[in-house]
Antibody, heavy 130, light 109 residues
């Protein structure tokens, strides 16, 4: 049973850099997309970005200028850094495993694609306050 | 477009059937995945692909898709199904960004 364990600083001051790490236990690290998602208080889920085992990244355009996601395959860990935080970055931050894109075929032709995140960390509450 | 749109709130009487919908251009190419989130907990995957349930998800949860709209149907809603539900897919425009709907709060009456 794959588990994700995440940790990092929970209280930051404006302009500091948020830093979180997620460790993968009980399963393969390669072949998946490893994502960070956040949820501000009382609001919905926002995808921050993802990385694969080879270090290829993909970021939400709205956060791209401040986000760095990195991977340490020797430890089966991936990390998030978000620079210049403000109160608007206060949220619960989740790490999650994304599956490779699936394809459904109809009579030999691609019908649909599908993507999903099947394993999630428990979340880390990050508060930005002066 | 990379947006997924959900109704903010839906209610259902105990034991009845409810449909939660998600609209977006990416859903013409991608099946939505659906997540259930209860207060203070991480989201849990309930439906993925055409209509697949992970192990442990009751068969009263099902998914469907038509055009730019995906639906999550709960047949015989139970009190424990009261939660927020989010749809999700990748953007179909080629950038492969991941998108979430705004979420639907399901109340079981």
């Amino acid at each position: 049973q794959v588990q994700l364990q995440q940790w990092g600083a929970g209280l930051l001051k404006p302009s500091e850099t948020l830093s979180l790490t997620c460790a993968v236990y009980g399963g393969s690290f390669s072949g998946y997309y490893w994502s960070w998602i956040r949820q501000p208080p009382g609001k919905g889920l926002e995808w921050i970005g993802e990385i694969n085992h080879s270090g290829s990244t993909n970021y939400n355009p709205s956060l791209k200028s401040r986000v760095t996601i990195s991977v340490d395959t020797s430890k089966n860990q991936f990390s998030l850094k978000l620079s210049s935080v403000t109160a608007a970055d206060t949220a619960v931050y989740y790490c999650a495993r994304g599956r490779p894109r699936g394809i459904t075929m109809v009579r030999g032709v691609i019908d649909y694609y599908y993507y999903y995140m099947d394993v999630w960390g428990k979340g880390t509450t990050v508060t930005v306050s002066s | 477009s990379s947006e997924l749109t959900q109704d903010p709130a839906v209610s259902v009487a105990l034991g009845q059937t409810v449909r939660i919908t998600c609209q977006g251009d990416s859903l013409r190419s991608y099946y939505a995945s659906w997540y259930q989130q209860k207060p203070g907990q991480a989201p849990v995957l309930v439906i993925y692909g055409k209509n697949n349930r992970p192990s442990g998800i009751p068969d009263r949860f099902s998914g469907s898709s038509s055009g730019n709209t995906a639906s999550l149907t709960i047949t015989g809603a139970q009190a424990e199904d009261e939660a927020d539900y989010y749809c999700n897919s990748r953007d179909s425009s080629g950038n492969r960004h991941v998108v979430f709907g705004g979420g639907t709060k399901l109340t079981v009456l």
